[in-house]
């Protein structure tokens, strides 16, 4: 599994053309993992995954910005271990009409937080923190109805004791 996203959020028609504040914000998201699914069933899986995270935001403090501005920089580096259980009949992966389909996963993110303060930034010092916390997701659909009309229920739920970091922008 590998996933490589940047995204640069800020553009010259949002400057010019908008009557909003613009949003300054350059986003790195990096990730290389390995999963390892086994069948439980007929219809379930059970998968093992692990991956290398890395994420860089790049980022001002306010919205008056010009040539002398340097951007904080906030980046995490770890690691992401888990576990998922997933089960499913639906009767189409997209725009499914009739079955269920329940998912749980829970996963471990350890990694160290790298905190740089631009010249906007209200912090003066780096910081270096640690960070390990825990996610349970919870995922549960189904969908009834006879002859044409059919109606469901998608549910969606996380739980997480992810910490605060340095900055709530980035």
Partial sequence: EFTFNSWDYLNAEELIFSDSDPTVLKQVDRKVGL????????KSKIELQGARISNTDRFSNDNDFGNGITLDKL??????????????????????????????????????????????????TIILRKHDWFRIRLKAEQYFGLGRFKYGYYLDGVLSNQPVFSSYVG
Avoid: C, H
């Fill in 75 to 124: 980046s995490f580096k770890g690691y992401r271990f888990g576990l998922r259980y997933q089960w499913d009949n639906l009767n189409r992966s997209q725009y499914a009409s009739e079955g269920n389909a329940f998912t749980i996963s829970m996963d471990y993110f350890t990694g160290e937080e790298d905190y740089r303060p631009g010249s906007t930034s209200n912090l003066l």
């Fill in 35 to 42: 999963v390892i699914g086994v069948p439980s069933g007929k």
